[in-house]
């Protein structure tokens, strides 16, 4: 397709604006689709801010962002179209994440840890734009009945089901999840939906935790606030307390706060899993008390983007056991793109777990 469209073009921290560029041109393998939503992920909050690097050659624009999508087809490469069950028409949600198939990583399955891949809106130009193309291997019909917003949003989905696939939770298992935020959320309704006994959240705002209380979390705790209804002085002691002394069976912390993590080591019991799921800065150092750790024979594990997770979580949005639009807090255009990223930096704004960029 010829023409051009609106972007927003990432350049360095701080420096973004909306520009006309070239529409992409589709390869044999690939489908154009015309965006019409796109997820402000908390990664993309860092890239604006500078926190965190791309994965361009300098950690450096000019670059399209925005990694979570959805669209409608509007052309189709000669492969595409010959070896795919998929049509102009069609609405779809994209992976953003191109394996390469050939490295050494790709051979065991590892594909997240692909030596070679090509991340849209992370190292390739992304979706906060009127097009976007995708290989026609990494896109998925979205469901019936759920929105294009709600599509957009299973790129997480599919990395919050690969960190509750690591917990690897059993029927009855007191579990704990740190972070009432979206991606803390969808981990919530996957745990419950595999049989835990019992969840408790843990956050710092009543808000994402009054969310959780509505999609299913059995306990809140608010362990920064004094005036707060869920305000918990000691976490470890009231964990203590609600399981007898056993302590949790499984930790998921879905937040890049490093003291979420460090309280994950105090509220964990025998044989736990520990799953790390944040985004923390290259500095960041976990101190484990190891006796403690050694004695009681825990696993510190951690979960890296959505590796053969698609699927599952495709399932789990279809089969409505899991809640997305309830989690779709804001919505902004695609003008508005650094507003939203401000806004979901801004602390002040306790009010919000998901923002998405909407297109009609």
């Known amino acids: 397709m010829d023409g ?12 973004m604006s909306l520009i006309e560029v070239d529409i992409p041109q589709v390869a044999m393998d690939e489908v154009l689709l015309k965006v019409k939503a796109c997820g402000i992920c908390g990664s993309d909050v860092a890239y604006f801010f500078g926190r965190s690097p791309l994965e361009t050659k300098n950690g450096l624009g000019p670059l399209v962002l925005g990694h979570e999508f959805s669209g409608e087809i509007v052309e189709m490469g000669a492969l595409a179209q010959a070896n795919s069950s998929f049509k102009l028409g069609d609405h779809v949600m994209g992976n953003p994440v191109r394996e390469c198939m050939a490295c050494k990583y790709c051979a065991r399955t590892a594909v997240n840890l692909c030596e070679n891949k090509r ?30 917003a709600e599509a957009a949003l299973c790129e997480p989905l599919a990395c919050g089901t690969n960190g509750v696939k690591t917990l690897d939770v059993k029927l009855g298992d007191f579990v704990v999840v740190f972070g009432p935020g979206a991606i803390g959320l969808m981990q919530l309704q996957l745990i419950k939906a595999c049989g835990a006994g019992k969840v408790a959240m843990v ?44 302590m949790a069976n499984k930790v998921i912390v879905p937040t890049s706060a490093k003291p979420a993590l460090q309280s994950a080591l105090k509220v964990s019991g025998n044989r736990a899993n520990i799953v790390y799921f944040g985004l923390p800065s290259d500095t960041e150092v976990l101190e484990v008390p190891l ?58 704004q306790t009010d919000k777990i998901k923002s998405v960029i909407v297109f009609d």
């Not at 051009?4 to 420096?15: G, S």
């Open 4 to 15: 051009k469209m609106k972007a927003q073009m990432f350049y360095k921290p701080l420096d």
């Open 119 to 148: 991340v849209k809106g992370v190292s390739v130009d992304g979706a906060f734009a009127e097009f976007v193309t995708m290989p026609y291997t990494h896109i998925y019909k979205v469901p019936d009945g759920i929105t294009y």
């Open 203 to 246: 956050g710092i705002l009543d808000y994402g935790l009054e969310k959780a209380l509505a999609l299913g979390a059995d306990y809140v705790f608010n362990t920064t606030d004094p005036n707060s209804p869920y305000y918990c002085e000691d976490l470890t002691a009231e964990i203590h307390k609600l399981t007898d002394g056993e």
């Open 291 to 348: 006796l403690d750790f050694l004695t009681k024979d825990k696993s510190i594990l951690s979960s890296w983007l959505a590796p053969f997770t698609w699927d599952t979580a495709q399932a789990a949005m279809r089969s409505g056991k899991i809640q997305i639009g309830q989690l779709i807090t804001h919505t902004f255009p695609l003008e508005e793109l650094e507003e939203g990223i401000r806004f979901m930096d801004d602390k002040s």
